[in-house]
Nanobody, 125 residues
Framework: QVQLVESGGGLVQAGGSLRLSCAAS????????MGWFRQAPGKEREFVAA????????YYADSVKGRFTISRDNAKNTVYLQMNSLKPDDTAVYYC??????????????????WGQGTQVTVSS
C-alpha cells in the first residue's frame, strides 16, 4: 500500500502563496489518482483538488478554482498543490490522498487507498 507524506505547510499572509508537496512510497505511484483535501477546525474534511494518474485530468473545488493548481511528477513520486492568492478561509490541515480508481473517485471520496498525515496551512489576515 502506498504511504504518503505531506510537506510545505506554514504560516503566510493573505494574498501570499505556498506550495504543498506529497511524497509517495511503497507503491506504484503512477498508477494512482491523487488528490488534496483540507479540514478546518470544527469543520468536516472537504475536497480541494484531484489529478488523474497521467495528469491529463484535474478537478477543483469551486472555492479554490483559479487560485490553486494541482500537478504531479511521476518520476519523483510526488504530487503538488500550488496555492496562490491565499485567504484566511484557506486555513486548514491539508491532506494528500491516493486512489486506485480515478480522479473522479477522489472527487467523490471513494476508492481511497491511502491518506497522508496532514500539513498545517495558516493564512493570517
Amino acid at each position: 500500500q502506498v504511504q504518503l507524506v505531506e510537506s510545505g505547510g506554514g504560516l503566510v499572509q493573505a494574498g501570499g502563496s505556498l506550495r504543498l508537496s506529497c511524497a509517495a512510497s511503497g507503491g506504484t505511484f503512477s498508477s494512482y489518482a491523487m488528490g488534496w483535501f483540507r479540514q478546518a477546525p470544527g469543520k468536516e474534511r472537504e475536497f480541494v483538488a484531484a489529478i488523474s494518474w497521467s495528469g491529463s485530468s484535474t478537478y477543483y473545488a469551486d472555492s479554490v478554482k483559479g487560485r490553486f493548481t494541482i500537478s504531479r511528477d511521476n518520476a519523483k513520486n510526488t504530487v503538488y498543490l500550488q496555492m496562490n492568492s491565499l485567504k484566511p478561509d484557506d486555513t486548514a490541515v491539508y491532506y494528500c490522498a491516493a486512489s486506485d480508481g480515478t480522479a473522479w473517485d477522489i472527487r467523490r471520496v471513494t476508492h481511497i487507498a491511502s491518506w497522508g498525515q496532514g500539513t498545517q496551512v495558516t493564512v493570517s489576515s
